[in-house]
Every structure is written in C-alpha cells, then in structure tokens.
C-alpha cells in the first residue's frame, strides 16, 4: 500500500504484475465473482432499481475515467498524460458509448458496448500491461475496475435487461468507432503514442506473439482476425437462436 499513488518512474523494479501470474489469476476469479453477484442482484430489482445500478456504473466509469487525470496531474507528467489518458484507446471509447448508452437508452450504443465493450474489456483484464505498477495501486485499481464495468454494463444488457444482440447492427458499432481510430492514427503519427495499439506492440500482452509471428505492422492483421473471431463467438449463438425461432 505504501506505493499506492506512485507514478510509475518512481516505482521500484519487481513489483508489477506479470500476465497470469498467481495475484493476475486471483484478479481475474474476483472479478468473475463480482460481476456474476452484481448481474444476480440486478435480476432481482424493479425497473427503477435497474435504472439506478446502470446509473451508478455510467457514472462510475466516468469518474474512474477523469480520476486518471487528477492522479497524473499529482503524481505524473504531461508526457504520459498525452501518450496514454486521451480518450482514444478502445475501453476509453467503450467508457464513453457506454455511459452514453445508459442516458440515452440507445439501441446502437448498447450494441457497441456488446461488440466492442465486451471484448475489449475482456481483453484487457486477460492483458493488463500494467508494467511496474503493483497490485496495490492506483493505476491497476482504477484500469482493473473500468474494465469490470465495462464487461459488467453490456452483460446486464444480456442477461439483466433482455437486449439480444443483432450482428446486423454490428456494421453500425464500427461506424461509430471509425473516427476515434483515425484520430488515433493521427495522434499517434503527431506525439508518437501508442494508442488503440496501433503503431506497435506492448509487452505483457498477446501482441508480443503476433509480432513474434507476424512482425509490424504485420501483427495487426492477427488483431484483426482476433476481433473477427471474437465477433464469430459473440454473435453466434444469437444468429442461431433466431433461425430457429423462424423455421
């Protein structure tokens, strides 16, 4: 607890959290836990009692979302903030639609909370790459909590509210985040970040062995298939469900 606010130049070597590793594992069975007794209690609640736990989760991922600001603002730099705080990685684009998709109760953004949320939550809580920071800090609390809500909103829609995802909307989901990717393209060429991935790979994570495989930019050729396959998984089941329904 005694680095919990420490930026990460001023963290000793050693104390990071590897990829499944046995404190990454117990992390992942947590938050398994929690969400499954979170979409149990939702189950159970009245109309307005889901309205107000879906609030408190867009409101939730908003204030996690500038909290990153505050704390690199006072225990950072402005160089970090730039490469990694900008609203252009994909689980901050997901924060956005999805706190987005509670006040609106749009059909489209809960669509993109499914297709693109969910993976992307599920990937990065599968590939923390949290370099030096501890199981105790700031940084893996606040990246580990966004993602559980990020997976957790779009579960709810499933499995709380009823929502059955359309791969036909999905065309839809990728227009939306088109924009954010070009931007991101461009920041990236301008400041030499690393946003949504794109310009190179990150250690502890997947990416390293597409690139092993693949090189770069060759590697995002396997992201793709990756998305595409996850999409496959996603969507699947509820194509099948609805031929049946029709036959």
């Known amino acids: 607890m005694s680095y919990f606010w420490t930026f990460e130049s001023d963290l ?15 992390v992942l069975i947590l938050s398994a836990i929690i969400i499954f007794c979170i979409i149990k209690l939702y189950r159970k609640q009245t109309v307005l009692g889901k309205r107000s736990i879906k609030m408190t989760i867009a ?50 953004l809960k669509e993109f909370s499914y297709g693109v949320g969910l993976p992307g939550g599920l990937a990065a809580m599968a590939n923390p790459n949290l370099g030096p920071y501890p199981l105790f800090s700031f940084f893996f609390v606040e990246y580990n909590l966004t993602h559980i809500l990020l997976i957790l909103l779009a579960l709810l829609y499933v499995f709380g509210d009823g929502f059955r995802p359309d791969v036909k909307s999905l065309p839809y989901s990728i227009c939306l985040g ?23 790979t990150e250690k502890g994570t997947v990416l390293v062995l597409f690139d092993k ?27 099948i469900s609805r031929r049946r329904e029709s036959m």
Do not use: D, K
Request: proline share 4%.
């Open 213 to 239: 495989w693949l090189g770069t930019p060759g590697y995002l050729v396997a992201v793709l298939v990756s998305i595409i396959i996850s999409w496959a998984i996603l969507y699947a089941p509820w194509e």
């Open 12 to 26: 000793p070597s050693g104390l990071g959290v590897e990829t499944f590793s046995l404190a990454h594992i117990g």
């Open 178 to 200: 088109a924009p954010f990717i070009v931007i991101a393209v461009w920041v990236n060429q301008s400041i030499g970040s690393n946003y949504m991935f794109l310009n190179h």
């Open 59 to 108: 409101a939730l991922l908003i204030l996690l979302y500038f909290s990153r600001w505050i704390w690199c603002a006072l225990f950072g730099n402005f160089s970090f903030f730039m490469s990694m705080l900008l609203p252009l990685h994909l689980c901050s684009v997901s924060a956005i639609m999805g706190a987005t998709a509670v006040f609106s109760n749009n059909r489209l």
